[in-house]
C-alpha cells in the first residue's frame, strides 16, 4: 500500500472519529451518525475537496465493513421476539413490497425513465434495518412490542431483497440459483442446529477462559464463521451478503450464557467501530455528485424515489396491521421499513456494473436512500414516541414491555 492509500484510510479513520461527534452536536435534529458519515465523504470525495485517492485497501475494507453490517443485522434477530405473527406480517408485507415496486418499476420503463424494473424495484424494498438497529435501540423501541414488529419488517426486508438478488440479478438460470439458495439455506440451518446443541463443559471451560485473553477465540470463531459462510455464498454465485446474513444468525445461536453480552460488545466494537463507518465514508466517497447536481430534474427524480420508496415499503405497514397496531404505530413501521440505503448502494452499484442503470438514476437512487436514513427513522421515533404502546416521549418504555409476550 504507497504512501496516499495510507493517507486516505488515515484521512478515513478520522473521519470514523469525527463523524459521531457531529452527530452529538446534531443530536436536536436526529441526525443519525451513517448520514454524517456519508456526508463526509462526499466532502472529502474526489468530486468537492478531492482529499483522498484510490485505494485497493480501503475498497476491500469496505466490503467486509458492508459483509460485516449484514452479520450483525442477522445476529441482532432474535427469534423468540419476531417469530408468530409478527413473522407472517413481515413477510406478507415484503411480498406485497415487492409487487407494488415491480409494478412501480414497470411503469417506469414503459414511461421510459429508468432502464430495468428489477434494479428499481429491488431497490424501493430494501429496509436499512443495520443502519436504524442502533437508533431504535438508544430509544429503547426495540424491547417493546411494537419494536418486535419493526424487527420482524425490517428482518424481511434485508432479508427479502438479498434473496431476490441472489436469485433474479445474478448470472445463469433461476431453476439453477434456487437450487443453489436451498443448498445454501441446508448448509446454514445445519449449522445453526449444531450450534443449538449443547457443549461439551471442556469446551465452555475454553471459550470461556480465552474470552478476555489475547486469544479472543470466540470472536475468532465468529469472524470464521462469516468468512466460511461468506466464501459459500460466493463460490454458489449467491450473494455474499446472504453468506453474511446467514453468519449472524448462527453465531446468534451459538453465542448463548452467561458471557453472550460480553461477546456481542466485542463484536459490535469491531463492526461499529471500524468496519461499518469504513463503509459509509467509503460509500460517500464513491457517490456520483456530479451525477446528480448535472441537471436540475434528478433532484425531483430524486424526491420521487424517496416518495416511491415510502409508497412501496410504508403503505402494505398502513394496510396490513390494522388489527395489531395503531394508527401512530402502523405509520411509524412505514417510515421505519421505507428507510433503506445500504441494499440500494448494492443493487445500484450492481445495476451501474452490468449497465442495467443510468449514473443520474443510480445518483437520485442513493441520494434518496441518504435523505430517507436522514428523515424517516427520526419521523418514526416522533410517532412511535406519540404512542403509549411503544415508547415514552424521554425515550423510556412505558406498558410496552409488560404486553410484549401476549398475543398481537
Do not use: C
Not at 443448498?183 to 475454553?206: I, K, N, T, Y
Not at 402494505?316 to 433503506?340: M, N
Amino acid at each position: 500500500m504507497g504512501t496516499l492509500g495510507i493517507g486516505t484510510l488515515a484521512l478515513v479513520t478520522t473521519l470514523a472519529v469525527v463523524a459521531p461527534i457531529i452527530a452529538h452536536l446534531l443530536r436536536r435534529f436526529l441526525v443519525p451518525v451513517v448520514v454524517v458519515e456519508i456526508v463526509l465523504g462526499i466532502v472529502v470525495g474526489p468530486q468537492v475537496l478531492g482529499w483522498t485517492s484510490q485505494s485497493t485497501v480501503l475498497d476491500s475494507l469496505a466490503e467486509f465493513g458492508l459483509a460485516f453490517l449484514m452479520f450483525l443485522v442477522g445476529y441482532e434477530i432474535n427469534f423468540a421476539r419476531v417469530r408468530g405473527r409478527p413473522l407472517l406480517l413481515g413477510t406478507v408485507g415484503w411480498l406485497l413490497s415487492l409487487v407494488l415496486a415491480l409494478g412501480i418499476g414497470t411503469a417506469l420503463v414503459s414511461g421510459g425513465l429508468v432502464r430495468d424494473r428489477m434494479i428499481v424495484g429491488l431497490a424501493l424494498t430494501s429496509t436499512a434495518l443495520g443502519t436504524i438497529l442502533p437508533s431504535l435501540r438508544d430509544a429503547r423501541v426495540t424491547e417493546t412490542r411494537f419494536g418486535g414488529y419493526v424487527l420482524a419488517a425490517g428482518t424481511l426486508g434485508e432479508f427479502g431483497p438479498i434473496v431476490a438478488m441472489a436469485i433474479l440479478l445474478v448470472n445463469g438460470s433461476p431453476l439453477e440459483t434456487v437450487l443453489l439458495l436451498v443448498g445454501f439455506v441446508v448448509v446454514a440451518v445445519g449449522a445453526s442446529v449444531v450450534a443449538l446443541q449443547e457443549r461439551p463443559p471442556a469446551v465452555v471451560d475454553l471459550l470461556r477462559r480465552n474470552l478476555n485473553t489475547s486469544a479472543q477465540l470466540p470472536v475468532r470463531i465468529s469472524v470464521m464463521l462469516i468468512m466460511l459462510l461468506i466464501y459459500l455464498a460466493s463460490i454458489l454465485n449467491l450473494s455474499t451478503l446472504l453468506g453474511a446474513f446467514a453468519a449472524g444468525i448462527v453465531v446468534r445461536l451459538f453465542t448463548t450464557g452467561d458471557d453472550a453480552g460480553i461477546i456481542r460488545t466485542k463484536l459490535e466494537a469491531i463492526g461499529y467501530g471500524l468496519l461499518v463507518p469504513i463503509f459509509f465514508i467509503t460509500t460517500g466517497i464513491d457517490f456520483d455528485l456530479d451525477a446528480l447536481t448535472r441537471h436540475w430534474t434528478n433532484l425531483w427524480r430524486m424526491l420521487a424515489f424517496l416518495l416511491l420508496m415510502l409508497v412501496a415499503r410504508g403503505l402494505p405497514a398502513l394496510v396490513l396491521y390494522r388489527r395489531d397496531l395503531r394508527p401512530a404505530e402502523r405509520a411509524s413501521l412505514g417510515l421505519f421499513s421505507a428507510t433503506g440505503l445500504p441494499l440500494v448502494v448494492v443493487v445500484v452499484s450492481l445495476g451501474l456494473a452490468t449497465g442495467r442503470i443510468r449514473p443520474d438514476n443510480a445518483a437520485s437512487l442513493v441520494a434518496a436512500g441518504l435523505l430517507s436514513v436522514l428523515v424517516f427513522p427520526s419521523l418514526g421515533l416522533l410517532l412511535a414516541r406519540r404512542s403509549g404502546d411503544a415508547v415514552g416521549a424521554d425515550g423510556s418504555i412505558d406498558n410496552a414491555r409488560a404486553g410484549f409476550d401476549g398475543d398481537a
